[in-house]
């Protein structure tokens, strides 16, 4: 991109942070074409980010480390985040749907929503199943606010049906009953997987992206597992 004629704003899409266990991804090794990017431009991880944990000394460092970057940290949770923690953060309107700043440039993309950022929509809904839930503590490292409440999942049709069931790009953490088995992936159910059956069937979209699985694939023409890859968004 560099040296080339700016055209909008520029998206990248990329996985699970976990804290700052896999966030090296973005650093300037391994993620250069944040050389030529500004506060304008994105890159959204698609759940687990996990810097929202308690607060501490290593949330606050990596927090800090990712608004010196050249771009703004967009990002939908996943199952591993401390809700009671996010939930704290205040809740107001950005680019048409619901966010939560948590520092100037890391903004938390909440679910059912549809944002337009440069003419293109995007349609987010966070939340997984943590499949080792059994052996997490409550309230510590795992929270029932990993799946969508059921207002949740009425924001989000009455989002959709507001944009006509048409969307271009999709922002999940996990993903779709019908994809996970095209997948061969048996482990998890619940009814955040069976929604996302009933959305991809009535939904136009262009791209749908997710993370969760932690692995790195184009799955059929137009999903797009996400792990380590740092990826423009499809144009
Ligand atoms: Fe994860």
């Given at each position: 991109?560099?040296?080339?004629e700016?055209?909008?704003?520029m998206?990248?899409v990329t996985?699970d942070?976990?804290?700052e266990l896999?966030?090296r991804k973005?650093n300037?090794?391994n993620f250069?074409?944040?050389y030529?990017?500004?506060?304008?431009?994105y890159v959204?991880?698609m759940?687990d980010?996990?810097?929202?944990?308690n607060?501490?000394?290593?949330?606050?460092?990596w927090?800090?480390w990712?608004?010196?970057?050249n771009?703004?940290?967009l990002?939908i949770?996943?199952?591993?985040e401390n809700?009671?923690?996010l939930?704290?953060?205040?809740v107001?309107?950005?680019?048409g749907?619901?966010?939560?700043?948590?520092?100037d440039s890391?903004?938390?993309?909440?679910?059912?929503q549809?944002y337009e950022?440069d003419g293109?929509t995007?349609?987010t809904?966070g939340?997984?199943?943590?499949?080792?839930?059994?052996?997490r503590?409550?309230?510590?490292?795992?929270w029932p606010?990993?799946l969508p409440?059921y207002?949740?999942y009425e924001?989000a049709?009455?989002n959709?049906?507001?944009?006509?069931w048409?969307?271009?790009y999709?922002?999940?953490?996990t993903?779709?009953?019908n994809?996970?088995k095209?997948?061969?992936?048996?482990k998890e159910e619940?009814?955040l997987n069976?929604?996302?059956d009933l959305i991809?069937?009535?939904?136009t979209f262009?791209?749908?992206?997710f993370?969760?699985f932690?692995?790195?694939?184009?799955v059929?023409d137009?999903?797009?597992?996400?792990?380590?890859?740092?990826?423009?968004?499809?144009?």
């Amino acid at each position: 991109m560099l040296g080339k004629e700016r055209d909008g704003n520029m998206l990248y899409v990329t996985g699970d942070t976990h804290g700052e266990l896999d966030i090296r991804k973005l650093n300037t090794t391994n993620f250069p074409e944040q050389y030529s990017m500004t506060k304008e431009d994105y890159v959204a991880i698609m759940g687990d980010f996990g810097l929202v944990w308690n607060d501490g000394k290593e949330d606050l460092y990596w927090r800090k480390w990712l608004a010196d970057r050249n771009f703004t940290t967009l990002f939908i949770d996943g199952n591993h985040e401390n809700f009671d923690l996010l939930k704290r953060h205040e809740v107001v309107e950005w680019h048409g749907g619901k966010v939560q700043f948590i520092n100037d440039s890391i903004i938390h993309l909440m679910r059912g929503q549809v944002y337009e950022i440069d003419g293109k929509t995007i349609f987010t809904m966070g939340g997984g199943t943590s499949i080792d839930k059994e052996f997490r503590k409550p309230g510590k490292s795992w929270w029932p606010d990993e799946l969508p409440t059921y207002e949740e999942y009425e924001e989000a049709l009455r989002n959709l049906d507001q944009h006509n069931w048409k969307v271009d790009y999709v922002f999940t953490h996990t993903i779709s009953n019908n994809i996970m088995k095209f997948m061969r992936y048996e482990k998890e159910e619940s009814e955040l997987n069976t929604f996302f059956d009933l959305i991809e069937e009535e939904l136009t979209f262009r791209h749908w992206y997710f993370g969760h699985f932690h692995a790195d694939e184009q799955v059929k023409d137009n999903y797009r597992l996400l792990y380590i890859d740092v990826i423009p968004v499809q144009p």
